[in-house]
């Protein structure tokens, strides 16, 4: 994996943290503390890594379309178990 690829990573899932602090901020029954932002974050990494890793060496369009497909819904799948307990 190049350092280019894992820089942007990073810089998208810190990017993709402003969604939640802008509600941390302005919707009263938004109750997130800094564990749970720093989870968030080491969880969108993992996702982009996870993603990176699996499509770096295929070639064709559908399947990295698919396999990014299969990675958000096993993300979506244990955030949506991880979030009801």
């Known amino acids: 994996m190049k350092r280019k690829q894992v820089i942007r990573i990073v ?5 993709a943290l402003v969604i939640p602090i802008l509600g941390q901020l ?4 938004w109750n ?4 749970d932002f720093v989870f968030a ?3 969108f990494n993992i996702l982009g890594l996870t993603y990176t890793f699996v499509t ?3 070639v064709h ?4 379309i698919a ?14 178990m991880l979030a009801t307990g």
């Open 11 to 15: 810089t998208w899932s810190t990017a």
């Open 26 to 29: 302005l919707v009263s029954g």
């Open 32 to 35: 997130w503390g800094p564990g």
């Open 41 to 43: 974050w080491v969880f």
């Open 56 to 58: 770096n060496k295929i």
């Open 61 to 64: 369009r559908g399947s990295k």
């Open 67 to 80: 396999a990014g497909i299969l990675v958000i819904a096993i993300f979506a799948f244990i955030w949506i």
